[in-house]
């Protein structure tokens, strides 16, 4: 066998190597400019959390279309997973750099971000935050969201309205996103309870009631994965288990699996939020019973839009009456409507969703 | 025969008639035995805690000491405890790889994708995905043996990599289960053995542990396996191929990744690019609750099943008994220190 | 027991060189070991004695020069090499696997499978087989004081591994053994105890080379003493042709190398 050493200037180089592949691949969202329209100069940007999750792939798209129909320059940038901040304050910098008018962040840390943003205002940037708010909120100029709490009330209503006209009592399962308790899981599981008529303790937390109808909490971690493994957990603790609250379309569908290889795919009713293109498939297959549809495109076009006007006149957007964030709507969709809340079908809902 | 020769011929021969497996001195304090006992056996410490933890759920609550929640258990763990097995062996050499999900994950959607985008059979698709992984353990292996990289900052760059190649690929679409060919979910498929509720996916890796548990004692790759980690340039000296060993390590490892990505179609029934960011800590945690030293050189595969067993046990048990969730993180982290700190306790073993 | 400058060395290194940047660890190095002796080889540290062992028993690939083995030429490219071709090294730093047993680290990298299907096919070593062929080799060796043959080299005393390195040479080594620093790390009884051992090795009939550092066990154990000097061979006397201050002198260079005796 050769010897097998290699000279000390092949390592570093090649250490050099793997190290720029590394991340120039991970950071390919971090500082790639996005199809700008023709731009007359005017530079805006597009800051998400990950560019995998197909929620920001159609948020990017949606502001590229905008960006493209307004005539700004976009650039976009992505951190290279949830929680990366400091991608994300890299992106504010190159925006600052490159004399950006203002731009739309979807923060992975709401309260780490907010001296970047500021940094940023005092630039004179008109800074709008998308989907998640910021901590405090009004670090931004604006908040394009959707309700989440909204969102979460309109599945409890739709479940409360089939579980009375089927003359069932509820035993419910909430699977939530993780230990975290963020804002985005406590708003849509707190909404839930609201409008399935549970008596909720504190607002701003998740798992402080004790309604009898609670089968009990655990947590996914958003993926199939953790929906899997969760529900088999809760579904042993209590069998009698017929309602499920999930935190997103895919926990839904690995709950579904765990209930299907227990037999109860048919007995039990699951709920979600999100209305991404595989989510809507899943209720017209009926996996998903219901779910409350979010429109990320809206939110990116729309704030693609104010940061045009803002570079025109430096008018600055309103949010909707009485909440401290523009709300961008939220649709129920399912195909097994009940009388009292308002839904459309799978069919408008393949037409709207995302992903 | 010299007097000396003649001497230690006698003594030879007396030990050999005596041949006590352990030392075992009753003027020594409990501790000291305590410590040479798990030193001789270091899979007992962990078995130990597995055994307590089931008997304090099944108090708690019943339910929890049944054939189909225990079933349930096993199937959860299953697709760590197979990613957990090539970790050991990495581990055993004293290296470490973090790259473990992103190769799983990549792996499934690849053959998630050869199955349907791609058009092809099953089993072609399943054998192409399965050397997929393959090829990026040896990615792996490759740096470290002949670029000479720390396993940690190669893993820590294949990671970000493979995973970011799973997004492009998977154009973070998740492949369904009902679109590919039976051969993909099959190992979902439970088959009922004794009262108990088993998946393929369960008895592939029970068989893999089984195999690999053989070749560790019995064969000489495993003892240079051991050797390697144990002292990597003694091992050399000693005339072992050691970056071959190494290779072999990362390489094997890379294929037991993809029989866990196909055992997480089986569990999904679908292939998701949006599972699998803490597979590497997942797994790590396995092997640290088995007893294996993170330094190299000591422990095995057997610990590593019971690691992954204690940690489902846990996450199931606790919600069984109504704890909240963030307890269970808390109680498996409190684990992972009380393992290490009794790695480091029983090494310091003398005679 | 000398030699005769007439007879064919067992072992030969002529024009040894090894540079490692600007430093030169050893310039034409020289050095023969004839059959039936035990070689000393001292010198000061930097003298060049590590490289050349590490030459003879292939941890080291020289930049240029021969080695021959019953005038033979041979190229090393692996410790592995070294030891197929009957040379077996004890290193400084022992070499053992402390994790591994007795029995393990004595077959280490030459383990034994079961005869048949069992040993071809499942690659299933023979435990049982190398725990007895170890025990044996320590009992021929006079090592006998150890509990178990399965106990973990790292609970051993300094001389008790040493002597499982010393019967591992000793065991497998058909030409050659090269013991570097054997008696170092212990205290009198056991190192006593590994000259002895030495001494037994060589009068089985392998001719030894020994690396010390500890001139008193020099002059009790050698034939023939080789003193190495800034990289090269300075000159070879016996324990009979000098004393110990005046190797001492020629090895530090206060004392000009008389010629070769040897």
Same mark, same amino acid.
């Given at each position: &066998? ?56 159609? &948020? ?10 307004q005539?700004?320059?976009?650039? +976009? ?6 929680g990366?901040?400091?991608? *994300? ?8 750099s490159?004399?950006? /008018? ?6 992975s ?13 005092? *630039? ?70 609201d409008?399935?008529?549970?008596q ?10 004790n ?9 996914t ?15 042993? /603790? ?7 609250y ?65 570079a /025109?006149?430096?008018? /600055?957007? *309103?949010?909707t ?6 709300? +961008? ?27 | ?13 007396? %030990? ?14 409990f501790?000291?035995?305590l410590q ?33 929640? @225990? ?19 990495i ?12 190769i ?5 959607i ?10 092809m ?10 050397l997929?992984? !393959? ?21 820590l ?27 993909m979910?099959?190992?979902? !498929? %439970? ?30 790759w ?62 790590i %945690? ?7 030293? @993170? ?9 590593t099943?019971?690691?992954a ?42 005679t | ?14 024009g040894?060189?090894?540079?490692y940047?600007?430093?030169?660890a ?18 000061? #540290? ?16 020289p930049?240029?020069?021969?080695? $021959?083995?019953? =005038? #033979?030429?041979?190229? $090393?490219r #692996? ?36 005869? =048949?299907?069992?040993?071809?096919? $499942? ?95 020099v ?8 003193i ?15 004393s ?19």
């Open positions: &066998m050769r010897d097998l050493a290699v000279s000390r200037r092949g390592r570093l180089i090649a250490a050099g190597c793997v190290a720029v592949l590394a991340f120039g691949t991970a950071g390919c969202g971090g500082g790639d400019s996005g199809s700008g329209g023709g731009g007359g100069g005017t530079v805006v940007g597009l800051i998400t959390k990950t560019d995998t999750n197909p929620f920001f792939v159609k &948020m990017k798209q949606g502001a590229q279309a905008a960006a493209k129909q005539g700004v320059d976009l650039q +976009t940038f992505a951190g290279k997973q949830d990366d901040n400091e991608s *994300q304050v890299q992106a504010i910098e190159n925006l600052i490159a004399g950006a /008018k203002g731009f739309l962040i979807t923060p840390d709401s309260k780490a971000i907010v001296p970047s943003i500021d940094k940023a205002k005092q *630039q004179g940037m008109l800074v709008i935050a998308l989907d998640t708010p910021t901590d405090p909120p009004n670090a931004v100029d604006a908040t394009f969201a959707t309700d989440n709490y909204e969102a979460g009330k309109l599945i409890g209503q739709w479940a409360k309205a089939k579980f009375d006209k089927e003359g069932k009592t509820a035993k419910i399962a909430f699977l939530d996103l993780n230990a975290n308790q963020v804002s985005v899981d406590v708003k849509r599981d707190q909404g839930f309870m409008g399935f008529g549970i909720f303790g504190d607002p701003n937390k998740i798992g402080d009631e309604d009898p109808r609670i089968a009990g909490h655990d947590v971690n958003g993926n199939e994965d953790g929906g899997r493994t969760a529900m088999e957990n809760l579904l042993q /603790k209590d069998p009698s288990i017929n309602l499920v999930t935190i997103n379309e895919p926990a839904a569908a690995g709950a579904y699996q765990a209930l299907k290889s227990a037999g109860k795919d048919k007995a039990v009713t699951i709920v979600s939020i999100d209305g991404g293109c595989p989510g809507v498939d899943n209720v017209k297959n009926g996996v998903i019973g219901a779910t409350s549809m979010q429109f990320p495109l809206k939110m990116a076009s729309l704030g693609i839009e104010a940061l045009a006007k803002f /025109k006149d430096g008018s /600055k957007p *309103q949010a009456a009485g909440k401290d964030f523009m709300d +961008t709507g939220t649709t129920l969709i399912t195909d097994t409507p009940q009388t009292g809340v308002d839904a459309k079908d799978s069919t408008w809902g393949k037409q709207n969703c995302w992903g | 025969m010299g007097q000396a020769e003649l001497l230690g011929v006698m003594m030879a021969t007396e %030990t050999t008639t005596r041949e006590p497996e352990f030392e075992v001195r009753h003027h020594d304090s501790g000291l035995r040479h006992v798990l030193h001789a056996n270091p899979v007992l410490g962990p078995l130990a805690v597995l055994v307590v933890a089931i008997i304090a759920f099944s108090i708690v609550n019943p339910r929890f000491f049944s054939a189909p929640n @225990l079933s349930l258990v096993l199937a959860q763990v299953t697709v760590i405890a197979t990613l957990a097995l090539g970790q050991t062996l581990i055993l050499t004293a290296g470490i790889d973090l790259s473990v999900g992103a799983a994950v990549f792996s499934s690849l053959m998630a994708n050869f199955a349907t985008k791609a058009g059979p099953g089993f072609l698709a399943l054998i192409l995905g399965l997929c992984g !393959t090829a990026m353990g040896a990615v792996n292996g490759f740096l470290v043996t002949r670029i000479k990289l720390p396993p940690f900052i190669v893993t760059g294949t990671l970000t990599i493979f995973f970011s190649l799973n997004a492009v690929v998977s154009n973070s679409e998740t492949v369904r289960g009902s679109d590919m060919p039976d051969l979910t099959w190992t979902g !498929t %439970t088959i009922p053995i004794g009262g108990f509720r088993l998946t393929y996916g369960s008895i592939i890796m029970l068989l893999l542990f089984a195999y690999f548990f053989y070749a560790l004692r019995s064969t000489s495993g003892k240079h396996v051991y050797a390697t980690g144990d002292d990597i340039e003694a091992a050399r000296l000693a005339g072992i191929r050691t970056n071959r060993v190494l290779f072999s390590v990362y390489t094997i490892a890379g294929l037991l990744y993809a029989i866990g990505g196909w055992i997480l179609i089986g569990r999904l029934a679908s292939a998701s690019p949006n599972v699998g960011v803490d597979y590497n800590l997942d797994s %945690t396995a092997v640290v609750l088995g007893g294996t030293s @993170l330094f190299g050189g000591r422990g095995g595969v057997l610990g099943l019971i690691g067993l204690i940690v489902g046990v846990f996450r199931n048990g606790l919600q069984l008994g109504g704890v909240e969730v963030v307890w269970q993180g808390f109680a498996v982290g409190l684990l992972v220190l009380v393992a290490v700190s009794l790695d480091q306790w029983i090494r310091k073993v003398k | 027991m000398t030699a005769t400058a007439t007879m064919t060395p067992v072992l030969q290194a002529k040894l060189t090894k540079r940047g600007r430093v030169t050893i310039e034409s190095g020289d050095l023969e070991l004839y059959p039936g002796e035990i070689l000393a080889v001292i010198g000061d #540290n930097g003298a060049g004695k590590s490289s050349l062992i590490k030459a003879l028993s292939g941890a080291l690939i930049d240029s020069g021969e080695i $021959f083995m019953d =005038g #033979n030429p041979v190229h $090393f #692996n410790p592995m090499d070294a030891r197929t071709a009957g040379i077996e090294t004890v290193y400084q730093t022992l070499a053992v696997s402390p994790g591994l047993d007795i029995a393990d680290n004595l077959f280490l990298g030459r383990e034994e499978r079961k005869p =048949g299907v069992l040993g071809s096919v $499942f690659r299933m070593l023979d435990r049982g087989h190398m725990r007895s062929e170890a025990r044996r080799h320590m009992t021929e060796l006079g090592i006998g004081t150890l509990q178990n043959i399965g106990q973990a080299v790292e609970s051993l005393s300094g001389g008790q591994r040493q002597a499982v390195a010393v019967a591992r040479s000793a065991a497998f080594g058909s030409k050659v053994v090269i013991l570097d620093e054997p008696t170092a790390a212990l205290g009198v009884k056991e190192g006593n105890r590994v000259l002895q051992l030495i001494r037994d090795v060589r009068d089985r009939g392998l001719p030894v080379i020994l690396i010390s550092h500890n001139m008193p066990h002059f009790e154990v050698a034939d023939r003493i080789h190495q000097r800034l990289g090269r061979r300075a000159t070879v006397i016996t324990p009979q042709s000098h110990m201050s005046e190797a001492v002198a020629i090895m530090t260079g206060a004392a000009p190398p008389p010629p070769m005796v040897a």
